[in-house]
C-alpha cells in the first residue's frame, strides 16, 4: 500500500500554488478540542491539490474513500472553547506535499515520504 501512495504521489502534476488562511475556528467532532486555521478561498487550491491526488492514488489502485475535505491547518488541541474569529493574512506558497501514516488512536503520525510541486 505504501509503494502504491508513493506512486501516486509521484503522478500528481501540480503546480506549487500559494495560500492565505484567514480565520481560526474550531474544527470537527464537538468536545475534542481542535483549533484550526481555514480561509476559504484563500486555501481552495489546497482542496484541488487533495483531488488531484486522490485521483492518482485510484489509479494506482488503492481504495480512495469518497469524503469531503477541509482543507485546513491544526493549530492546538485545547478543550477551552474558541469562537470562530479572523485572523491576521498570513501567506506563503505551497512548494511540496508529504504523505502521512496517521496511527489512529496513537497519536502517531509518519511521513512516508515529499514530493515536490512544479514550478512556473
Known sequence: MIALAGEAARAVAVLQFTITPDRVTPFGRSGK??????GGDGVAALGELHRVLAEAMAKAGLRVKAKSYTPHLTLLYDRGSVLPQ???TITWTVREFVLVRSLIGQSKHLPLGRWPLLSD
Do not use: H, R
Open 33 to 38: 478540542g481542535l483549533l484550526v486555521l481555514e
Open 86 to 88: 479572523a485572523v491576521e
